[in-house]
Structure formats: C-alpha cells, structure tokens
C-alpha cells in the first residue's frame, strides 16, 4: 500500500509522495474524554465520522447482545416476504426448557405447544429480552437453533461483522458466541437505517403475554434525552454491556461499550457518553463532490500521476472546542498500472484527528492514462527499481 501527496488546504498536514506504508489502522481514542468501559465505539451517523474508539475490535462474548442478530434475520425475513408477521410457530419443549419459564432466564413465558404469531414472538424479544421467543423463531424458520446460529454468522458477514460469530440465537454462554463493539455498532446503525418500519418497538414501553406483563427490560432507554434503543449484554467475565442509538436536534450516534463493572455505571456512563456525543461536535466538509484531493503514481503509462478525487462530499464532526489538528493520508495499491479510466476506484483516503482515524473516503480517477511506450516502462521499471532498492 502507498500513500501520497494531499492537494487541498482543509487537511494541515503534507504528506511526502512516495512513502510505502502498510495499512493505517484506528488507535485508542486521544481526546480528554475517557470511559469507564474496556472497549467502546462510538460514531455520528450522518458522516459516519468516529468520535470514540476504545479497543474496538477487541473480542468479548455477546450474550444477550446477539439477539440483535437474531433481530435482523426475521426483519429481514419479513421485508422480503419470506416470512409474515401473522405467521405463528409452536412452542418446542426444547424452546420451553432452554428459554421459557423452567429456564429462570429472560422470558416471554411462552406456554408449552403453544402458537404464536412471528409478531409478538419479535415484540418478545425486542421488548422482553425473550430467550424462548428466540429459540421460537429459530427453529421454525430454519429447523434447529443450531442451524440458525450458523445463518446468523452468514449474515454478520454479509453485514460487515468482521470479528463476530454465534452459536446460538439467544446470546446464552457459549465459547464460539464472539463479537467486538465495532461489530455491534455496525450491526445497529443497519437496524436502524433498513427497518424503519419497526424501528419504534425497541422503545415499546410494555409488553404481556400469557397474562404476564413486563417491562422494557433495556433499562438505558431513559439515560438521556433521545436514545431510541437497541440492547444490553451481560457476561460473568467481561462485565455489562451496551448497544445504543441516540437522535437529538437532527443529529444521531450509535454507541457501543462492553466490559463495564455493573448495571448502575452503564446506565451513567450511557448517559454521559449520549450528552457528549450529541453537544460537543460541530459538521465541517473538508470536500465537496468531485474535488481533486492528490495525485497517484502511475506505472507504464504517458504520463507518471494521474488525479483522484472524492466521489461524494466529505463531511465530518469535529469537537466544538478545542478540535484536533486534522490530518490525511491517501494509501492505494502500488503500482498502479496503465492504462487507467476515469471513475477507477484506486485507493482510499484516511481522515485523522491525531492518531485517530475519523473516516475512510473511497477515491477515484479524474481522468484517463493510455499505456505508455516502451522506453516509457523502461523508465519507470527503473524507477520502480531504485524505490524499492533505497
């Protein structure tokens, strides 16, 4: 990978063409803001900017939190008429035994051989942190909660979810249950932005079934001001965690935080962290659509650089006092070779605020390159030569 010079002045700092780097990847969050929480990640939904990152991509169990997974598959299921919320599914003795009354776990208290609608068994879940209603849908819609542990990993790598993985659909204890705050960030930015629809049920206040009535059990709903859902975890080893999206004044962030000590502190730290992420950050574009941000080398062509330029404009939050001296890098992949077209997605560009990755922009070609003559390879082939040898 490459990365080279920048043209515009909304980046401070020049980087030297030329320099070979491997990729850049996000370090600890820099600013005075801290948390009481292992691993947590934080980012405004608008620019995708990143306003907090803490051991992001560290691993930690899940629990409860996979049930978002689960979530998603059967909203999935039913915006693809797959499956129709009026459809009802039996209630397994397994189901019933593993996550229904005997379980002393969280749940809908499902009855034995019971049929419930695909609806209630959602607003189980979403609202009663449901074991059984989980086990329910797992089993009437791919036979066995095993088979659609496997589907749920499927579906995290379709998402993006690069260091998650399920055995169960329910987030009960199980070794092979992984995922990092990253992952559940992406993972609830996609509820929120592909099912609108339903969305309003992870604030549902109240839910009862078999003449049992219960409470949202996500207990952060009331932290602050805006916060509209998703879950909470809890495992013996990592501590408590939590997974939250926030709207307030036409702004919203998604959080996640793991590895918090107990309930009382992620409830504040929840709250903290919203007010933060929703009053210290002001919009800035660094580029408008189309603007040329540097040049790349070019191998074997008429000419040795062409232009690259954002697609889209680039916008970023910033803290409203005391802001980071921003900075940038663009890395591609090197040589690239002519000839080249016009509109190629050659490489990115990496926004930092210190030493925290902010964004990463796609970059494309703002022109075209023909292949060059031969004493033109010749030329850059020695070129390529003594980079390599210095």
Same mark, same amino acid.
């Given at each position: 990978m490459r990365k080279t010079t920048l043209h515009s002045l909304c980046l401070l700092a020049v980087l030297v063409t030329g320099t070979v780097v491997e990729p850049v990847v996000a370090h600890a969050q820099t600013a005075a803001f801290t948390v009481k929480a292992k691993q947590a990640y934080v980012i405004d939904a608008e620019t995708g900017t990143v306003l907090l990152s803490q @051991?992001?991509?560290?691993?930690?169990? +899940? =629990? $409860?939190? $996979?049930?978002?997974?689960t979530v998603d598959l059967v909203l999935d299921a039913v915006?693809? &008429? !797959?499956?129709s919320p009026t459809q009802t599914y039996a209630v397994s003795e397994y189901a019933w035994r593993t996550g229904g009354a005997p $379980?002393? /776990?969280s749940t809908m208290f499902a009855a034995l051989k019971s049929q419930i609608p695909v609806k209630d068994l959602l #607003? &189980?879940?979403?609202? *009663? @942190? =449901? @074991?059984?209603a989980c086990i329910i849908l797992a089993e009437g819609m791919t036979g066995s909660d095993a088979n659609f542990a496997k589907r749920m990993t499927e579906r995290g790598v379709e998402l993006g979810l690069e260091h998650s993985a399920f055995t169960n659909s329910t987030g009960l204890p199980d070794p092979g249950n992984k995922t990092t705050v990253k992952d559940m960030v992406v993972l609830a930015q996609h509820l929120h932005q592909t099912f609108p629809a339903f969305y309003s049920l992870f604030t549902k206040p109240d839910f !009862?079934?078999?003449?049992?009535?219960q409470r949202n059990k996500n207990t952060v709903l009331g932290a602050a001001p805006g916060i509209d859902g998703l879950g909470l975890g809890f495992d013996q080893a990592n501590g408590f965690a939590v997974v939250a999206s926030a709207e307030r004044d036409g702004r919203r962030i998604y959080l996640g935080m793991a590895g918090l000590p107990d309930d009382k502190v992620r409830f504040e730290e /929840?709250?903290?962290?919203?007010e933060w992420g929703l009053t210290s950050f002001q919009k800035r574009t660094l580029y408008t659509k189309g603007e040329t941000v540097g040049a790349v080398s070019v191998y074997g062509g008429t000419q040795s650089s062409i232009d690259v330029a954002v697609a889209e404009p680039v916008n970023i939050v910033v803290p409203i006092n005391n802001p980071d001296r921003l900075t940038g890098n663009i890395?591609?992949?090197? +040589?690239?070779? =002519? +000839?080249?077209? +016009?509109?190629? #997605?050659? &490489?990115?560009? *990496?926004?930092? =605020? &210190?030493?925290?990755?902010?964004?990463e922009v796609p970059l494309v070609t703002t022109a075209s390159v023909e292949k060059g003559t031969l004493s033109q390879n010749a030329g850059d082939a020695l070129m390529e030569l003594l980079f390599f040898w210095l």
């Open positions: @051991n992001e991509e560290e691993v930690f169990p +899940p =629990a $409860s939190l $996979s049930k978002l997974m915006v693809k &008429g !797959e499956l $379980s002393r /776990t #607003t &189980g879940i979403i609202v *009663q @942190n =449901a @074991n059984d !009862e079934w078999n003449k049992i009535y /929840t709250r903290r962290v919203v890395v591609y992949h090197w +040589p690239l070779n =002519a +000839p080249v077209e +016009p509109g190629f #997605t050659v &490489g990115t560009l *990496q926004i930092f =605020a &210190g030493d925290r990755l902010l964004r």
